[in-house]
Structure formats: C-alpha cells, structure tokens
C-alpha cells in the first residue's frame, strides 16, 4: 500500500508504475467523461468533425479500439467510478428508479468504494465538474440526503448538474451541495460547457496555490453530447455543408478513414442500416434540410466541447502541470437513439402530445441549437456516429457499447499516436489506475467491508504491443438486451419490450475477426454459441443482474408512486431555494390548484409567483401589468389565461385550478377564492411537465413565459401551495419512453 505523503509515494511501493517507464511522483489524472458520443465521432476516431484538442492528445498518446461500456450513462459512470460491474454495484439499469432488487437501487452501494474514496487516504484531492447521475434522483432535493452525492463519494468539490441532462444555456447547477444559479445568462454569452472549464481552471488554480505538492483527480463530465445539443449558432452552421449528403455517404467515409488510421482493420465491413433507418435518398428535401442541421447541432456541441477543453489542457501546459497528468478522454455510451426516425427541434412537444412534423421543424431550423431548442438528432445520424458499429446506446451490439478512449500521459505512455488493440471494459479503469499508482484496494472505506474489484488492469497493454489481452469474460446486460465477450468472441440478443426473454434470437460474431459484428456465426458454431450464453447466465448471477427486467412503464410509475404518491400537497414558503424537477410536485395527468398569498403594494406589483420548467417546456403564475396570468407552454406552444381586472393592492390569494375535462384541461384563475378567468385546453402535461425544476417568486431559468427572467415578484410574496387531487391517471408506457429520452 502506497504511504499517504502527499504527492510522493513511498519508495517501498512494488513496482510504481510497471513498464519501462517509473516516475518518482504520483501523476495528477484528468479523466474527460463526453455524453452520448459515438465510436467514430472524434476525429481521431474517423468523424469531420473538429476536434483538434482530443486529436492531438492521441498522437501523444494512444487510442484503443476496444474500449467497451454498459450501454447507458448511470451505470457506465458506476463501473468507471467504483471497478465493479453496475449490476454488482446497485445500478443495473437507471439512477432514475429504485426495484428493489440488489442491482437494480439506482445507487452505488457502500461497500464499492469510488475512485475518490481510494484515492483519498493517499494524498489524492478530488474534484468532479459536470454530469454526476449515479443517485437517486428523488435524493438530490435541498435535503438530500447527501450522502450519494458527489461529496458523499469521495469528492472535495463539486461543480455540475445532477440529472442525466441539462439545458446548456439554463442549466440546474448544484455547487457541493447546494442549488446555485448560473453566473451570468444566456444573452450575456453563457453556455455551460465554458462555465465548467472556468470552475475546472478555479479548482486547479486554487489547488496549485494552496497545495502544489499533492496530487490531483479532476473527473470533467460536460454534457455534451447528450441532448439537448446546443452549441453557439456559429459553429452549428458551419456544418452544414459538411454533412449535406447524408449519413449512407458519411458512414462509408467514416469507414475509410478508420482504416487508413488503423483504428479497425482493413477487412472490416459495413453493416446493413439499422432497423428503420431509410437510405438517404428516399428522404425528401425538406427532411434532409431538417436532418442536416439536426447532425450540425451535435456536431457542433462537440465542436465547441474541444475548443472548452483545449483551454483546460493549456491551463495545465502554462502551469507546468501537462506533463505531470495523466488525460484520459471517452464516452459513456454509444450515440443516442432517443431521436427518432425524424429528430427533434424541441422533444418536450411531442412528449406531452404536441405534435411536430416536418414543415414545423422546417420552419424552426433557425432555432435548432438555440435556448428554446431541445434538439436531438435522427436514428440516421447516431448510426453514423457508430460507425462501423450496429445500433444504438441502450443496445448491447457494438453501436451501443463499444466507445472511443483515448489515453495521453507525456510522462508515463511510451507508446505515442498508436491504437491499442484488446478488449477492455468500464471496470478496468479504477484497476489500471490504481496498478499504475502501486495503490491496492482497500478493504474497508469507513468500517464497511468492500467488495472486490471486477476490471482487469491494461496498463501493460499501454506499455507495450505484446501485453495479454483481457483473461476475464464481460458480461453485458441493459433493459433485457444481453451480451457476452469472451477471448474475442461475443454471443449478444437483442430484446423486443414486452416478448419472452427466451425468444430472444442470440447472435455470435468472432470479434477479432469481425469487428463490425457484420457476419453472425450462430448457426455455424451452435456449441460454442451455447457455451457463451451459459456462460452468460452464470455471469449474470454472480453480479446481481437477476430478475431480468425489461418494464419501461411499471418501474417508473412504482419509482413515482413510492417516493410522491401520498403527498397531495406541498406549501413553499418565501425564502425557499430552488427545487430540482424530481421532487417538485407532480400535476402531470391531473387536476390540481395553485395558490400564492401575497400582498399587493399601493400602486401594484408585476412579477412570478411560481414557475416550473423554462423555455421548452413548463408552467408560470405571475402578474403582468397588474393582472394575474397563467401560461402553460408545451414544447414552445404558449397558452396564456389572463384575468379580466387588474389586481388591486392590499392581501390576495391568487391562483390558477387545473381541471381534467372531457376534451383535454380547463385552467381557471382564481383571486381570493373566485374564478377571474379561465380557457380550455386540448394540451397538458401527459408525461413530463419539464427538465428544468421549481422556483418561487421568480423565474430563474430562460423564461417559461413571455416576459424577461427572472421577473422577480415585486410585492410581499408570503406562500405558495400546491394541492393535488388523487385523480392522476398516467400513461405508463409514454412515462417510460420519455424517461428514457431523458437518460
């Protein structure tokens, strides 16, 4: 065990690193966590898209060809963070639900201890910016509780959001552990991505004046490119012409290129398209306009994620610190199909009933990207950012799993601008990590017993061309579609929702030969195929996969009815922060009433009384030149109820009642009790009300209404509650879908 003095670490320690290369100090480590992006988007990976700063961290260093994940972002993020598999860590599927079952909590369990927490007790700072998503949603309300949350795992600092998306220009914030606002809006130039470089840069600058001599982690984990993809309009535009002749034209120059670098080998082949997915040609003008600069968004989120990122990395060169930090930069997933067949300029429409067809989003393509977007991109386009590989994130196939990675350590990697051939998975980066510090695993993390580490180490395979590949096999598992790799060779089934998981047709592709998983041998080699799958079914005991589970619906209506479905009311008082969407209350697909107790000054008082949501998506109560107004927005369509007199000053009870109807909702204002307006509408919210939380007495957030945020109330806001009647009726499977949009 390495001696805990700071930044060297004992002489006695075996072997620190292995290989031909032994520092004499621990390396600082930078790990870069990207969102959603797939096997080929880098452009050392094969993409067109700019990314100069990975680009030239690979020809420093090395990029492996076989770096495989778990198919979602919540359990990635657990199998990078603790070397255990997610099933065994309590997070098989999403941080969005708990079932009950040991792999399934949505949490990382005590006994797995995280990176932070080893690293700790050595010396180690840590400090984690961006995207955190591996709690329990409905844990990350102001009272926690906090022990899942970053600073609970190990963490010093903390600067980042914890759902699974944000909105780029209006996002949920969270410093440590408290809800903070953004510093400064959108119009004022912000994006989060360069807010989370500055606070990446303040971590450090603060680490080096204060303690230069100890060794640092920085985990960054932007949110690119998870939707909703917004970059400035700029760099969004400048791809268009890139990708003008589509995503069949792309996948095949993706390819090429990947060759020519050596990425995959020369005799891998193309798959057939994806389920769905239509040739290029067939799509009409309008569409390829529409799809076009839907692709040009996502490019340009990672565009504009590397030139964020360069400024961190030349941070570290001006501060003498580059070659003294070990980079590590990947994706958690593959890219994602939570797009559709067609994409989106803003989901929260459809989501909620709001339909968009192509003459709207034609009509918005100047929009896609900005802050009253929430794009993502078609099934067409994510299959080309998987290139060569089939499917898409949530899938167990290579499009799903298998993940750039790229490794620069100036110091450490002798091996410099090569790709490194070999399975490796999520799980090996603590072990690599920690045989590269001379650091075993601890036994015990404040008194609880810890499980063993499940990854395998491929430091050697840095080192050297001639290291083993991976002894282990590595089982793969996401709501029912299953996988298995064993010494090159992968059985995998793809599952239908809803069918039995013994009709599941199994595949078996010879990896080391078939890179592509383009020629299933299943019915040339039964025995072997059968083997794996057996092998399969004890992996999937061993690390507390059982009960398969492939309900999208029932788990997030038990998630919803567990954690809010006896509380029917909630009452905020003035002085109350910000509450994320999780725990703010729940009137999707029911009648409810709003009410705020206010006091209107002589001379009246405009201003939020609550809103939840932002621009895409939500709801608003506040007053505009003196009268009480209610605005539903559902995904950007506004439907505003306006009372017919102004409001007079003195004490008022001013609300809105939402009532379910026949033909779809009534929204009616009330001022001390009394209706003072209302209208009909065919719209609510059926599945989500927003990704953006609650806020009273403001909107903090790009505006859910017309009006310029905050517009902070300007009288005596004194309560606002909320009551819910016990008529909710929500459509499970469109619960679920959206759901998973969001992951």
């Known amino acids: 065990m390495a001696a805990k003095i700071g930044r060297t670490l004992a002489d006695s320690t075996p072997e620190w690193p292995p290989g031909p290369r032994k520092p ?26 700019r990314t100069p700063t990975i680009d030239a961290l690979a020809a420093e260093g090395v990029r492996l060809n076989g770096f495989h994940t778990t198919a979602m972002c919540s359990t990635t993020r657990a199998a990078l963070l603790t070397g255990r598999n997610h099933h065994s860590v309590g997070v098989g599927c999403l941080a ?22 080893m690293l700790r007790p050595h010396g180690y700072r840590n400090y984690m910016l961006g995207k955190w998503h591996v709690t ?8 926690g509780p906090f ?14 959001f914890m759902d699974a998306e944000t909105d780029q220009y209006s996002p949920e914030l969270v410093r440590d552990n408290t809800p903070v606002e953004q510093p400064k809006s959108y119009a004022q130039g912000y994006h989060l991505t360069a807010d989370l470089v500055d606070q990446s840069i303040r971590y450090l600058a603060d680490h080096q004046a204060n303690a230069p001599d100890t060794p640092w982690l920085l985990w960054f984990a932007p949110g690119a490119c998870h939707a909703p993809h917004q970059a400035p309009k700029a760099v969004i535009e400048s791809y268009d012409a890139v990708f003008t002749e589509g995503w069949d034209v792309e996948r095949e120059r993706r390819l090429a290129r990947q060759k020519a670098m050596g ?17 290029w040609a067939e799509c009409s003008a309008d569409e390829r306009r529409v799809y076009t600069r839907l692709q040009a968004a996502f490019a340009g989120m990672l565009d504009h994620t590397d030139r964020e990122l360069a400024r961190l990395v030349a941070f570290l060169e001006e501060t003498g610190q580059r070659e003294d930090t070990l980079i590590m930069v990947m994706s ?11 994409g989106f300029v803003n989901a929260m429409g459809p989501y909620n009933g709001k339909s968009e067809p192509i003459e709207e989003k034609l009509a918005r393509l100047g929009d896609i990207g900005g802050p009253d977007s929430h794009a993502n991109f078609p099934h067409g386009w994510a299959m080309a950012s998987n290139t060569p590989l089939r499917r898409y994130k949530q899938n167990t196939h290579g499009g799903g799993i298998r993940d750039p990675l790229v490794i620069a350590w100036p110091r450490g ?28 695993p601890p036994a015990s993390v404040n008194g609880v017993a810890q499980q063993p580490l499940e990854g395998e180490s491929f430091w050697p395979r840095l080192q050297g061309s001639g290291a083993p590949d991976r002894a282990r096999p590595q089982y793969f598992e996401m709501f029912g579609h299953r996988g298995l790799w064993q010494a090159g060779w992968k059985a995998v089934a793809f599952h239908p929702p809803g069918e039995p998981f013994e009709a599941d047709k199994w595949e078996l592709f010879h990896l080391d030969r078939d890179f592509s998983e383009a020629h299933d041998l299943a019915a040339d080699q039964p025995e072997r195929l059968k083997a794996l799958v057996d092998l399969w079914w004890r992996e999937a005991e061993a690390h507390q996969v059982l009960p398969l589970d492939d309900r999208f619906a029932p788990r997030f209506a038990e998630n919803v009815l567990r954690n809010s479905g006896a509380r029917k009311q909630y009452v905020f008082h003035a002085g109350m922060g910000h509450l994320p969407t999780d725990v703010a209350p729940d009137v999707r697909s029911r009648s409810y009433r709003i009410e705020a107790e206010v006091i209107v000054p002589t001379g009246g008082a405009d201003g939020v009384l609550i809103a939840h949501g932002d621009a895409t998506s939500g709801y608003s109560l506040y007053v505009q030149d003196e009268r009480l107004k209610h605005t539903l ?33 009534r929204f009616t204002l009330t001022v001390d009790g009394k209706a003072a307006g209302s209208v009909d509408s065919t719209l609510g919210f059926a599945t989500l009300i927003s990704w953006s939380g609650l806020d009273i007495g403001r909107d903090r957030g790009s505006p859910v209404a017309d009006y310029a945020a905050p517009f902070a109330y300007a009288g005596l806001l004194k309560k606002v509650t909320v009551t819910m009647d016990p008529d909710q009726a929500l459509d499970g499977e469109a619960v679920g879908e959206t759901e998973m949009a969001r992951q």
């Not at 969102?35 to 067109?48: E, H, L, T």
């Open 263 to 279: 990425i995959v080998p020369a005799d891998t082949d193309l798959p057939a398209r994806n389920d769905g997915v239509r040739p």
């Open 147 to 160: 022990d899942g949350w970053p600073l609970g795992r190990g963490f010093d600092r903390y600067y980042g």
């Open 96 to 117: 969005n639900f708990d079932s009950g079952f040991p792999g399934y909590r949505g949490k990382i369990a005590r006994t797995a201890a995280t990176l932070p927490e």
């Open 413 to 440: 990697i002798a091996r410099k601008g090569e790709v490194v051939e070999g399975f490796a998975h999520a799980c090996d980066l603590v072990p690599t990590l920690l045989e590269i510090l001379g650091v075993e």
């Open 24 to 49: 004499a100090t621990a390396p600082n480590i930078l790990v870069v966590l990207f969102d959603d992006v797939g096997f080929s988007d880098f452009g050392c990976y094969g993409s067109p898209i």
């Open 633 to 665: 927005n559902i995904g950007g369509l506004k439907m505003t109820v306006t009372s017919a007199a102004p409001i007079a000053p003195g004490p008022h009870r001013l609300g809105v009642a939402a009532r379910k109807t026949k033909a779809g909702r």
């Open 332 to 342: 958690d997933n593959g890219a994602s199909q939570e797009g559709g067949f067609h």
């Open 136 to 143: 329990s949603l409905t844990e990350t309300g102001p009272t």
